[in-house]
């Protein structure tokens, strides 16, 4: 079993930065990849970026490519979600995942491991 714990949400303005994180407690080392996603109101849950744990290789949605950066901390089991020049389009609950599956890309399914969520908002 994993467990996730995201913080660092908050209400920003657009042109903002904030920083994500996500903190994986158990059996980490079985973690292969990790991910964020993000569910706004009345939309479907999208994919937003993954990241290879050991690799460290990653992608991006094209809608926040160039704008977010992943990354992760083996050492700390942390999964960091960095995010400049926030748009209003941008506000969301974000999810952190973790799979012990290999894959990769956006390829995440219920059964993996999610995170509660941490609010994001953006005022234009």
């Known amino acids: 079993q994993v467990q996730l714990t995201e913080s660092g949400g908050g209400l920003v303005q657009a042109g903002d930065s904030l920083r994500l994180s996500c903190v994986a407690s158990?059996?980490?080392?079985?973690?292969?990849?990790l991910a964020w996603f993000r569910q706004a109101p009345g939309k479907e849950r999208e994919f937003v970026a993954s990241i290879l744990r050991l690799m460290g290789s990653s992608m991006y949605a094209r809608s926040v490519e160039g704008r977010f950066t992943i990354s992760r901390s083996i050492a700390k089991d942390t999964l960091y979600l960095s995010m400049n020049n926030l748009k209003p389009e941008d506000a969301a609950v974000y999810y952190c995942?973790?799979?012990?599956?290999?894959?990769?890309?956006?390829?995440?399914?219920?059964?993996?491991?999610w995170g509660q969520g941490t609010q994001v908002t953006v005022s234009s």
């Open positions: 995942v973790a799979s012990t599956r290999p894959g990769t890309g956006s390829g995440f399914a219920n059964g993996d491991y």
């Open positions: 158990g059996r980490t080392r079985d973690i292969q990849r």
